[in-house]
């Protein structure tokens, strides 16, 4: 944690009292009742008071969804070099990897949790899917916007299909393939939720999505939104690291790092 | 290396080249001259088979194939320096000897050696956006000699140098031609510079490139400044300037 | 002889079983899938592993939690569980897809499903709520077929159901469907002031909270079935008498329900599982009957194309031939 | 339909044919009960036989989902002009426009039912929001990827805010953008059909949403993948627009476009 | 135009700028040479207001700020041609116009105009992508040339093109500051550009730039092909060329 991370930290913290000051201010002013939109105070109670299972539900959820992540980081990758081989495949075979996307989990999750088992190997596997097409799509249009004459220069120079992937397109593609990675960390922790939902009760560990879903029935908002936080609060930190590691590795030479 | 009846002709009906000869021995140096959108760039990404014709063809003799362990037997400057802007100049110009499989010690020794001739010792951890236009060519210029290739094209890489490092690589260029005796095929825009460090002069006509002028020198292979003054250097450069002017009008 | 250790007490099966079978030296392990988080709606379960009631039978039983559309079913069929937990409509249905489960112990005698309205809005039953304002259903339940066949929608809106109760609190107009033992309670926590009515009661009541297992699995290991049935006739029973320590125990589990809810929910739902037809067959016992009055309701439904025969589903082991 | 365009559509149909069977054989071959994976013929059957039904279900969905993808595109591309205004403003709101990607739609339904109403409406609201961040993420990118010098170019031509973000920006950012729109056009349908699971059901015109909910509960596997397959080819026609539009506005220039 | 004392260093304690003075009247046409990475380009930059200086400023009298209906006080032609790949030729020329709101009609007139003055008259249609490097150059010339600027910074436009084309070029520059009064600022390499060009010629030093040499030609206002063979030309030829030599060394 250096200075100018510290210095990063300040707008969005900045932008969050605002926003909850303004939360808070309308829920009392207009008397919106607490089991619709509870107000902030109400769910920072209510988080302090279920800190430990909003904890363990974090931890449990969060381990899926990194599994989840890291799956489509890995796969969409490699599936998104496969499809970007040649333009026949892509044609054949890129339509069919949006089906990943569009097909409802709860239509495949009797299918989940008979291969994976319920429990964690069944979310983490529904993380995956629902994660895995933005890092599919963004890596392909990232490899196939490789400078031509770069690409040229790797034919001259003899290089193999591999070193040109590894040397040239792959580095190319890396500003896509971060703001895939972006989305894919918002959608990994959405994924697993959802997975929870339907696959997700390992004794001893409920997940977020056990305790959105048990909330939401008891219509205990305060908690329920507090849950949603948490969730968001995954998503942000994975959102965080993956950004940051994107501005790391791009600084010094692409535009949409310099400045950050 | 033996051009035949090369065709190109690029969609919208631009006919670029309209069948072209050219014959060039191994071991020679071939100046390369015509005007701006004549189709030199066009020929010289054909040689080195970037691109494919639509008829003719390009041998060559003894064969291109990459020997074992050697570097690249084609080394090609492009008339934009198209640098890797993820990579610093070292990692840049030590790029076709990884790209060939040549140990790390030994393929940055070799760059940074080749660097410090074009003038870049000192901006060797520099990335390309933080060179000027002029160092961003000598660091392309520097990627393609330290393959010591069998043919070197050469698209304008001096033109955005200035008069007195342009004359420095002008002559180093031509030790190393002479040194090592690769093929070298060399696009230039200016006259003096063709006639000073070339066996041999061939001069295009507008598109679509046809030979206007193909000459070989008659100036000593012993080059310095002076020759630059001398009448035989005058003459040849006159005789290339007016194929130029023909050409135009072809 | 079979049918008079059925007719027996739940307790006193349990005893015997035990005592006819010796008990293995390491405990078979088992897992039973839930289709819904810990709730007191599967007390009688967790009474059976906390109490020891799966132990002294030799069953080592895994509980797994289930969330919303968990495939039980499925998962039974195809082995992932041995034992599971749906309604009877559903097991008649995934019958009549090809799915071989088997229904062993049901714990709802009266099924829990019901229509809530606000108390001011007067109502006095079903058709009443159904004759004006909003109601919220969730399509594809069989129930919920079973009242739009009975009294026709014509009267009154139908919006889906969303699984909470947060717009039945905000209008006075608004009914939707419930689980007796779970939004009654939770809009009264909100101030609501639910009406409460049994869609049993309108002649349709399927088991609930039906213990399955898969045929393949009764026909090779049926001592082991018969174990299990008895460990939860047990557990129900300690369930019943005394839910404060299991409580405790799924409350850690699920944290979104708090011990007062908890308690309430028991309390709520010991009349549907605790009956007449239990006091005199024993916990959990079925009636052929009513297994068939159900497949026929299935079958006027369109839900499925035929009942199923018995027979084919119906062990003797676990059903009464009375009413 | 001109001949290329068909030309392009024999591969992925190729794709199909071996797809579904391979599809049909494994089903047959191992014995898998219909119940758990049904072979593709009985879905072709039972499409056929419900064919009304699903093509009713196509159409409301559709329209919810095009509803969503619109304002997606639209909003989109509006927050990430705004983001992309400073690195203060991005550092500021950008983590928090990921929480509508994290908040599970079910968790929220209550609220979009309360203010739009059950129905179509809040369907299209659910859509959008599921299929938002995308956009942004992926136009943002684009937006700050633009060349420098460019960017000189036009400050040097005293080109305003707005021309410069018209003629410069936009433009530059279209390959992003497309990318980010693709995803999106998946995600709009997907939530879509989510929507439909908590809100969405207007008498007369039960979108694939209730359908696929309905035949999960009667445990009709066939219908629900027939229903799951049509989600897709709704999904996959948003799709083909997307990419045909993205490759027409691309061709001449961009090289990701070229050799389509 | 005044600068005054203007220091920049880049990251790395690279120094560039090390406090720079020039003073350029209004009107004068002023070639401004130096060795490849001293710093043209940047003080190119900073004058068109495109960079920040650490230390010291740059003032127009009279003051730059655009009046009511002018096209662009500043014109600039990078070093790289800088095309909006998206844009046909002439939409790239006439972009210039388009900001500042002149009738699509109009500024196409116009761009067309300055297109077939630059010989790309037959090219207006086509993309950046399907030109040669040196056309490239010439729509980038063009794009400039449109606005009719007050001050125009030209970074090595005809580096790229051949001495026909260039000389061609050159001309058509000069008459056109005849006519138009701007000021220039011309970056070259080639020394006999600067002359034949330019007024006055300034040579810079090495990194950090220094102003070695800053001179009012003494060559005839009128000016054509014949001038490069007389010998106050080759007197200022050779004098630039020593201040270079000198620069190199500093
Ligand atoms: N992809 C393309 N599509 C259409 N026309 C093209 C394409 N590439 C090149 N051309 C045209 O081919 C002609 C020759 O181009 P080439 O780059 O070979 O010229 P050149 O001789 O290298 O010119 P210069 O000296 O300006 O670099 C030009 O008129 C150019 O417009
Ligand atoms: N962004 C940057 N970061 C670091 N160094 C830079 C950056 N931009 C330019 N430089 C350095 O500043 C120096 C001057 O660059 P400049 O582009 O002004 O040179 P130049 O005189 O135009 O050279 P040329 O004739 O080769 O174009 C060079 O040494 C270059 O490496
Ligand atoms: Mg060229
Ligand atoms: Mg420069």
């Known amino acids: 944690m250096n200075r100018s991370t510290l210095r990063a930290a300040v707008p969005p913290l900045v932008a969050l009292v605002v926003l909850l000051a303004l939360w808070e201010g309308a829920v009392r002013l207009l008397e919106v009742p607490r089991w619709l939109v509870p107000p902030p105070s109400a769910i920072g109670a209510v988080g302090a008071h279920e800190a430990s299972a909003l904890l363990g539900g974090a931890i449990t959820t969060g381990r899926s969804a990194l599994v989840g992540f890291g799956l489509s980081a890995v796969l969409g990758v490699l599936v998104a070099v496969l499809l970007a081989s040649s333009r026949m495949v892509e044609r054949a075979l890129y339509p069919y990897t949006l089906f990943l996307q569009t097909v409802p989990i709860v239509a495949i999750a009797p299918l989940l949790v008979l291969w994976f088992g319920p429990g964690p190997r069944a979310v983490a596997v529904s993380s995956f899917i629902v994660s895995l097409f933005p890092v599919i799509a963004n890596t392909l249009t990232g490899l196939r916007s490789v400078d031509p004459s770069l690409r040229d220069m790797f034919r001259l120079y003899g290089a193999r299909r591999l070193a040109t992937l590894w040397k040239l397109e792959l580095p190319a593609a890396m500003p896509h393939l971060f703001t895939g990675l972006r989305i894919a960390s918002g959608l990994s922790v959405i994924g697993a939720i959802v997975g929870e939902f339907v696959a997700g009760f390992a004794e001893g560990s409920a997940g977020l999505g056990i305790l959105v879903l048990g909330a939401y029935r008891q219509l205990r908002t305060d908690l329920l939104f507090a849950a949603v936080l948490a969730a968001s609060v995954l998503g942000l930190v994975l959102f965080g690291a993956v950004s940051l590691t994107g501005a790391r590795l791009l600084r010094r030479w692409h535009p949409s790092a310099q400045g950050t | ?250 | 002889s079979r049918q008079k250790e059925e007719s027996q007490p739940g307790s006193q099966t349990a005893t015997a079983a035990s005592a006819s079978t010796p008990k293995p030296n390491t405990p078979a392990k088992v897992k039973l899938a839930l289709n819904w988080v810990p709730e007191p709606e599967f007390g009688g379960f967790y009474a059976a592993r906390e109490s020891g009631a799966f132990a002294r039978q030799g069953l080592d039983v895994e509980i797994l939690g289930g969330g919303a559309g968990a495939p039980v079913q499925q998962m039974v069929a195809t082995g992932q569980a041995e034992f599971g937990i749906s309604g009877a409509d559903e097991i008649l249905t995934a019958r009549a897809r090809g799915l071989d489960v088997i229904p062993l112990f049901a714990v709802y005698q009266t099924s829990p499903h019901a229509i809530m309205a606000h108390a001011s809005r007067g109502a006095k039953n079903i058709a009443d709520v159904l004759s004006s304002g909003t109601v919220a259903l969730e399509p594809g339940l069989s129930y919920v077929a079973y009242l739009k066949k009975k009294y026709g929608f014509d009267k009154v809106k139908v919006v889906p159901y969303d699984g909470g109760v947060a717009r039945f609190v905000a209008d006075k107009n608004y009914a939707q469907q419930c689980f007796v033992t779970a939004e009654p309670l939770a809009a009264k926590r909100q101030g609501a002031t639910p009406a409460v009515f049994l869609v049993a009661d309108e002649g349709f009541n399927p088991y609930l909270a039906v213990v399955i297992t898969r045929r393949q699995y009764w026909k090779e290991q049926p001592e082991r079935v018969k174990a299990f049935v008895a460990a939860v006739r047990d557990g129900w029973r300690t369930y019943l008498d005394n839910p404060g320590p299991t409580n405790a125990v799924m409350a850690k589990l699920n944290t979104t329900m708090d011990a007062e809810t908890f308690a309430a929910a028991a309390e709520a739902q010991r009349p549907l599982i605790d009956t007449e037809a239990t006091r005199s067959q024993g916990l959990g016992t079925m009636s052929r009957k009513r297994w068939e009055q159900l497949a026929q309701q299935l079958v006027d439904l369109g839900t499925i194309e035929q009942a199923p025969a018995p027979d084919d589903y119906l062990v003797p082991e676990f059903v009464s031939a009375r009413d």
């Open chain 2, 1 to 250: 290396m033996k051009v035949e009846g090369l065709r190109r002709t690029f969609p919208g009906n631009i006919s670029v080249l309209a069948g072209l000869d050219l014959d060039v021995a191994p071991g020679s140096f071939v100046a390369l001259l015509g005007p701006s959108g004549c189709g030199k760039s066009t020929l010289l990404r054909l040689v080195a088979g970037l691109d494919r014709a639509e008829a003719g063809h390009v041998t060559f003799t003894p064969t291109l194939e990459r020997t074992p362990g050697e570097r690249a037997p084609i080394a090609y400057v492009f008339q934009d320096a198209h640098l890797l802007p993820w990579r610093s100049v070292l990692d840049n110009a030590a790029l076709p000897l990884e790209l060939t499989g040549v140990p790390k010690a030994e393929r940055q020794a070799a760059a940074r050696a080749v660097l410090e001739q074009v003038g870049l010792g000192d901006a060797t951890e520099r990335y390309p956006a933080e060179l000027s236009g002029g160092m961003r060519m000598r660091a392309s210029l520097a990627r393609a000699l330290v393959t010591h290739p069998r043919l070197l094209l050469l698209d304008e890489p001096f033109a955005a140098l200035d008069e007195l490092t342009r004359g420095r690589l002008d002559d180093q260029l031509r030790a190393l031609w002479r040194k090592l005796g690769m093929t070298v095929l060399f696009v230039t825009h200016s006259i003096s510079e063709a006639a000073y460090l070339a066996e041999r002069a061939v001069v295009l006509s507008r598109r679509p490139a046809r030979v206007v002028l193909d000459r070989t020198l008659e100036l000593p292979t012993e080059r310095t400044a002076a020759l630059r003054t001398e009448a035989a250097f005058a003459r040849e450069a006159r005789l290339l300037n007016e194929a130029l002017e023909q050409g135009e009008h072809w």
